[in-house]
């Protein structure tokens, strides 16, 4: 009964690399590689159409999704490729200083395998988590919004979130 479990596990273990990988490049970056349709800025939303705000830990109603690596995590590739995730205001101004030094803070990342991004607005202990993946509406991201806490287990688990681009302040 086992064996053909066995066989499939074995064939995928000798299955050559994904299709379209550059030789040397490992899978964790090809997962994780920079998606740039998705570069920009963008207004976060609940399911219900209310701008996401400070009822979600540490998040912010506008953002924009950089395509500069995350310094925090730029010499920790079993993590996969993180981005700067820039938070901003309700009219597209930055909320944070720049802060050039390797603390962990906002990212954001794509996962090839879901064909979906995760957007982080972590301080380094707790912080608002989507999971957004392109829709129909290529101008729109459509999926989920938790908060993730360092003391408890995550809450709000799967509240409906969308996000639209929007042009980004100079």
């Not at 912010?60 to 995350?70: W, Y």
């Amino acid at each position: 009964m086992r064996v053909p479990h066995l066989l499939a596990t074995c064939a995928l273990l000798v299955t050559p690399p994904a299709l379209g990988q550059r030789p040397g490049m490992t899978s964790a970056l090809v997962r994780h590689a920079l998606r740039n349709d998705l570069v920009g800025c963008y207004a976060l939303f609940a399911g219900t159409g209310k701008p996401v705000d400070s009822d979600f830990y540490h998040a912010s109603p506008r953002v924009r999704l950089d395509s500069a690596v995350h310094p925090a995590v730029a010499a920790a590739p079993m993590l996969g490729v993180r981005r700067l995730l820039i938070r901003l205001d309700t009219v597209g101004r930055p909320l944070d200083p720049v802060d050039p030094g390797p603390r962990l803070g906002p990212m954001w990342w794509a996962d090839s395998l879901s064909d979906s991004i995760g957007v982080s607005f972590t301080t380094g202990f707790s912080g608002a988590y989507l999971v957004l993946a392109p829709s129909p509406r290529v101008d729109t991201l459509r999926g989920f919004i938790e908060d993730h806490w360092d003391f408890q287990a995550p809450t709000r688990v799967g509240t409906k979130a969308y996000a639209v681009r929007v042009p980004c302040v100079k």
